[in-house]
């Protein structure tokens, strides 16, 4: 079975630092999709970025970027230039590609610090 | 709106209660799905509808659960004999017919269910 794994509960950034927020995932397909939704307090989850496995470039979304290592199965979130607005629980989500189910991990807390 | 709409926003119900949570997805959206959010948890599939068809209902935890979306559109999830370990934040998502292959959801801001 696919499992996603976020190590870290908590994270905190200076405003206009960079944070990187780490997951992993377990699989054998190789047809897959990995994200990152971010969810604030109003509890709806949107999503930041996305990266399709067959794609050997890193995605990138304005301030976020992504370090997508297939081989070590690690997609990590890089957040430049943090702002106020950034603080949510971000969620790394595996779908396989037949699939329409989302997996996720359970989360990373990230504050950030005036 | 145009964004996914689920009520109500909190619903408070006493163990052994009936429950029904309403989602109303974005229009033109023929997809749709719910998650359950446990405290300090992500989010976990539940069931997914196609039009008015359920294409994939192996989330649901037991025969308590039941979900429906007669006209394609709103969908109502139903929980019989409600149980404290229901209690959650329940999560509607929507996506139109090409985005169920990118994982792209929109999801609404989800029924927080808590179960005395």
């Known amino acids: 079975a696919q499992t996603v794994t976020q190590s870290q509960p908590e994270m905190s950034v200076q405003e206009a630092e960079t944070v990187t927020l780490s997951c992993t995932y377990d699989?054998?397909?190789?047809?897959?999709?990995l994200f990152w939704y971010k969810q604030p307090p109003s509890r709806q989850m949107i999503l930041v970025i996305r990266?399709?496995?067959?794609?050997?470039q890193n995605a990138t979304e304005n301030r976020f970027s992504v370090n997508f290592q297939k081989a070590a199965k690690s997609f990590s979130l890089k957040i430049s230039d943090s702002q106020l607005g950034d603080a949510a629980m971000y969620f790394c989500?595996?779908?396989?590609?037949?699939?329409?189910?989302?997996?996720f991990g359970t989360g990373t807390l990230l504050a950030v610090q005036p | 709106g145009a964004g996914v709409s689920q009520t109500p926003s909190n619903k408070v119900t006493e163990k052994g209660k009936y429950v029904e949570l309403r989602c109303d997805p974005i229009?033109?959206?023929?997809?749709l799905y719910w998650y359950r959010q446990s405290l300090g948890q992500g989010p976990e599939f539940l069931i997914y509808?196609?039009?008015?068809?359920?294409?994939?209902d192996s989330g649901l935890p037991n025969d308590r659960f039941f979900a429906v979306r007669p006209e394609g559109s709103v969908s109502t999830l139903k929980i019989q004999r409600t149980e404290r370990g229901d209690s959650a934040v329940y999560l509607c998502?929507?996506?139109?017919?090409?985005?169920?292959?990118?994982?792209?959801?929109?999801f609404g801001e989800g029924s927080r269910l808590t179960v005395l």
């Open positions: 509808f196609q039009g008015t068809g359920a294409a994939d």
């Open positions: 998502a929507s996506s139109p017919l090409g985005g169920q292959n990118t994982g792209e959801l929109f």
């Open positions: 229009s033109g959206h023929t997809a």
């Open positions: 990266q399709e496995a067959y794609k050997q």
């Open positions: 989500a595996y779908k396989r590609g037949a699939t329409n189910k989302l997996i």
């Open positions: 699989t054998s397909e190789s047809d897959y999709y």
